[in-house]
């Protein structure tokens, strides 16, 4: 194998492939030479790195401010429904337990990149340590896997709740739903357990994530070593994502539009067919930004900097607005529940 030289944080060259322990200070204070799956190679681990994917875009304080009033907006409505959900026993069925999931998800996957975009924005602090970007980047892909998941879950219970009505309280049960929630979690948890692994184990000679957050793909790029062989992994997993998940949740509603289609009764088919438009605005808010970046990616355009960026904000902020907001507005019942809180304890006190 050809030997290919790399210029260290000090200017000298080293050969991929030589180690040499004095030029391999890691975070930990000790000097291991780390050993690749393709070559040998020594390198400075850093102790944090620097969020530079603003640094080229004026007014950081305006897009702050936006960023910043769009995770609280999500972080409020996501609250709610969870909170409405869990103190109200007669939404402890199928469909709101997944509601419920979908807005836990939707808090962390938010919060895995929101946060740091908006101390880098307003905060103006622009590092982040080593241990805190690699836990984000665990949080932040964590939280997209289980939303897909979520999604799939939410698509398999109209299906049934549609087709077969007079059996679903016998094929999903609350403990069935449940115990697919838990799977679902643990299925993202081993993914991302399997990521995070691969990213910590690589040396970091360069402090300086040039995107808007901590994600798998900017700190991979940060690394010393081609980063090449290790999208395998994260290539796999988003390949049963897209490839695997999408055609079953289309093929479910699709089901249902056909199900629909054949109701007697007029208005109980728009009823039903409104329902199925409002559950499938949030897979259509997940799927379009990385359904773009994959396809234009295949078509040979490369995104510059600023746009895959644009899309990160956007695939991250979007779902998590759209989510809460589509089942709270287009569910009666969580309505209900709303508005029944607010007659117990008005803001306004009354008059007299």
């Known amino acids: 194998m050809q030997q290919r030289a790399w210029k260290g944080p000090e200017g000298n060259k080293q050969q991929l492939g030589h180690c040499d322990p004095k030029s391999a200070l890691t975070r930990h204070g000790r000097f291991p030479c780390v050993r690749m799956s393709l070559v040998n190679f020594s390198g400075q681990?850093?102790?944090e790195f620097t969020i530079t994917g603003f640094d080229h875009l004026p007014y950081h304080k305006l897009m702050g401010t936006v960023i910043l009033l769009a995770y609280c907006l999500a972080l409020l409505c996501s609250?709610?429904?969870i909170c409405v959900i869990s103190t109200d026993r007669r939404l402890h069925r199928p469909m709101y337990l997944l509601i419920c999931n979908l807005a836990l998800v939707d808090i962390m996957f938010s919060t895995g990149a929101s946060t740091t975009?908006?101390?880098?924005?307003l905060a103006g602090d622009k590092t982040i340590s080593y241990n805190s970007c690699l836990?984000?980047?665990?949080?932040?892909?964590?939280?997209?896997?289980?939303?897909?998941?979520?999604?799939?879950?939410m698509a398999l219970d109209r299906t049934v709740a549609i087709s077969k009505p007079l059996r679903y309280a016998t094929i999903l049960t609350n403990q069935r739903v449940f115990l697919l929630i838990v799977v679902s979690w643990l299925l993202g948890i081993g993914c991302m357990g399997k990521v995070a692994y691969i990213a910590d184990k690589l040396p970091y000679c360069q402090p300086v994530i040039?995107?808007?957050f901590c994600d798998y793909a900017a700190i991979i790029r940060a690394a010393c070593v081609d980063p090449e062989p290790y999208w395998f992994v994260p290539s796999i997993i988003g390949l049963w994502l897209i490839a695997g998940q999408l055609p079953l949740i289309l093929l479910s509603y699709g089901k249902l539009v056909f199900t629909v289609l054949r109701l007697p009764s007029t208005e109980k088919g728009g009823r039903t067919f409104r329902t199925v438009i409002s559950h499938l605005i949030p897979v259509v808010c997940y799927y379009a930004p990385k359904l773009v970046s994959d396809l234009l990616t295949r078509v040979g355009v490369r995104l510059n900097l600023t746009e895959r960026n644009a899309l990160l904000i956007i695939s991250t902020l979007v779902p998590s607005l759209i989510n809460p907001s589509v089942y709270?507005?287009?569910?009666?019942?969580?309505r209900g529940a709303v508005l029944r809180i607010f007659r117990r304890n008005p803001v306004l006190p009354s008059k007299d």
């Open 45 to 47: 681990n850093v102790a």
């Open 117 to 121: 975009m908006i101390s880098v924005l």
């Open 210 to 212: 040039k995107y808007v």
């Open 135 to 153: 836990s984000r980047v665990f949080i932040y892909h964590l939280g997209d896997i289980t939303q897909c998941l979520a999604l799939s879950l």
């Open 79 to 81: 609250t709610t429904n």
């Open 328 to 334: 709270c507005l287009q569910n009666k019942e969580i």
